[in-house]
């Protein structure tokens, strides 16, 4: 057996000594030829390797270098020096992989920058900020399952690859196994036949488990979806990726009030978690952000800290309010009459843009804010129509920082009404007949809703840019590693 070694989280919280252990890990840094401060990824706390003198050979002793990745054994023992309280006084050091010193990059003195980062991304899980923000995604998607567990929900494996459209948005990515050199069967008019491609029809990426969740939704009462989805639209922002991760909860016997309750209490407690359980990680996180805030001009800082935002959304009840009375309040807001939103508010029934949304959320309430019963013209086909004709029964959750984190609403149970909606958008029965039979065959109404994990760990994370809240990003024009 090969792995008998102790995690360093572990031997740091447990404050114990007086025993030996074996750890492995990276050197981050080497003092003096004595002192390796030595990260496993358990915790950006480093355990302190203690080498005696004379103990190892000169050659031995060159290969301890940044990034080198080593196994020690020793005694665990209280530390003299001031930053621990224990280290580890070696007996025996090994090199497990050795780091070409000369071109890590990992060994800057200078803080790297995000950016910089990002083109090393198979690197960057190494530093301190990428560890606290991949333990927090972590924790995140572990409390998700739980969340829902513990209320008795069924976790539904929707498909990733999809003949549907769910959000008709048009922005799909294809899948084919049809040859791209123009070799591909095609129609008497010259169209590409499908029915010669592997799936016998046109198929895509999926945007969104949506639609089968709430076939299964009808016969288990309460499902949920957490699985990538895939949007092609050429949105280069801090909010959008081609590849993210969707969490989509879809329950029989719930209106858009139990909808928007349980999507409160959601993201409410996950966020209390990250904060029982990621205490260390957002404390680094926040430290990180207040340095980064100094650096701004002052009236363009946040007045709240990390820790302090994720208390307050914690503690404190999200607005809510209907579109309708968020277009009155963007349409007489200052903001509106002196111009200065990119796109002025002018009547009812255009969409909010993302400045919009922040506008409410960071200057207006100043905390989340649920806006409810959206024009139907702006919203997917399978909202539910409320009676004045007009509004459908959408709710999207807005975030300070962030602007939109879920989207959802109480979905069309009455089959005409469906079917009314779908032949204004164009939308051919034919393609969904599977969803229109759960309307004939004991509907019932239900709601659910999809929250954006990334944006999620963006939120809580305090993360500027999502690109470096997922591992690997997927966005215009990068698709490395
Ligand atoms: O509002 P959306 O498009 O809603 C749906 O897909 C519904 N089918 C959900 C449902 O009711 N079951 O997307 C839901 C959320 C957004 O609020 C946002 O947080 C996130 O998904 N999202 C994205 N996150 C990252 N990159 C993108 N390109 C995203 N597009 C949407
Ligand atoms: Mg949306």
């Keep these: 057996m ?79 020096g001031k930053g621990q309280k224990l280290e580890l006084k070696a007996t025996s050091v090994e090199i497990l992989g050795d780091c070409d010193a000369e071109n890590f990059p990992l060994q800057l003195k200078n803080r790297p920058s995000l950016e910089y980062l990002r083109e090393i991304a198979h690197l960057r899980f190494r530093t301190n900020t990428f560890g606290a923000v991949f333990r927090i995604r972590h924790a995140l998607a572990f409390a998700i399952h739980k969340f829902f567990n513990d209320k008795g929900f069924v976790y539904l494996h929707t498909p990733v690859i999809t003949a549907s459209d769910a959000e008709g948005a048009g922005e799909m990515f294809k899948v084919t196994a049809l040859p791209l050199d123009g070799s591909a069967p095609k129609n008497e008019d010259g169209s590409i036949n499908f029915r010669e ?34 949007r092609a639209e050429n949105s280069n922002t801090t909010r959008h990726l081609a590849e993210f991760w969707m969490i989509e909860p879809e329950m029989a016997f719930y209106d858009l009030e ?58 404190n009840n999200f607005e809510r309010l209907t579109y309708t009375d968020a277009i009155t309040i963007l349409m007489e807001s200052n903001h509106n009459k002196k111009k200065k939103f990119q796109y002025p508010i002018e009547a009812w029934g255009v969409d909010l843009q993302s400045e919009h949304e922040r506008y409410l959320v960071e200057k207006h309430f100043k905390k989340p804010v649920i806006l409810t019963n959206y024009p139907a013209a702006i919203k997917a086909f399978y909202m539910r129509q409320n009676d004045d004709g007009k509004t459908v029964a959408a709710m999207d959750i807005l975030a300070p920082g962030i602007g939109e984190i879920v989207g959802g609403s109480q979905r069309e149970e009455r089959l005409d009404k469906l079917l009314g909606r779908m032949e204004e958008m164009h939308i051919p029965r034919e393609d969904l007949w599977w969803y229109l039979d759960t309307r004939r065959f004991g509907a019932c109404p239900h709601a659910g809703f999809g929250l954006g994990f990334e944006r999620l ?15 690997f990003p997927r966005y215009p024009k990068s698709a490395d590693f």
């Design 2 to 80: 090969f792995n008998t070694r102790t995690r360093i989280r572990e031997m740091l919280g447990a404050e114990r000594t007086g025993y030996e252990a074996t750890v492995m890990g990276w050197v981050r840094s080497f003092r003096n030829n004595q002192f390796i401060a030595l990260n496993d990824g358990s915790t950006n706390n480093n355990i302190q390797v203690v080498i005696a003198l004379g103990m190892l050979d000169e050659i031995t002793l060159k290969r301890i270098t940044t990034g080198a990745c080593i196994k020690a054994i020793g005694e665990v023992i209280p530390s003299m």
């Design 197 to 230: 491609d592997f799936f016998g029809r046109p198929t895509n990426l999926t945007v969104s488990g949506q639609l089968e969740g709430e076939l299964a939704a009808m016969a288990l009462s309460d499902i949920y979806t957490f699985g990538p989805t895939f």
């Design 258 to 315: 139990d909808n928007m309750n349980l999507a409160e209490e959601f993201i409410r407690y996950l966020i209390r978690y990250a904060l029982d359980n990621n205490t260390e990680d957002l404390a680094f996180l926040a430290q990180r952000l207040d340095e980064e805030e100094k650096q701004k001009p002052l009236t363009e800082r946040s007045e709240m800290g990390l820790m302090e935002k994720l208390d307050f959304v914690v503690n």
């Design 457 to 471: 760990v963006q939120f809580v994370t305090g993360m500027g840019n999502i690109r470096d809240v997922i591992p």
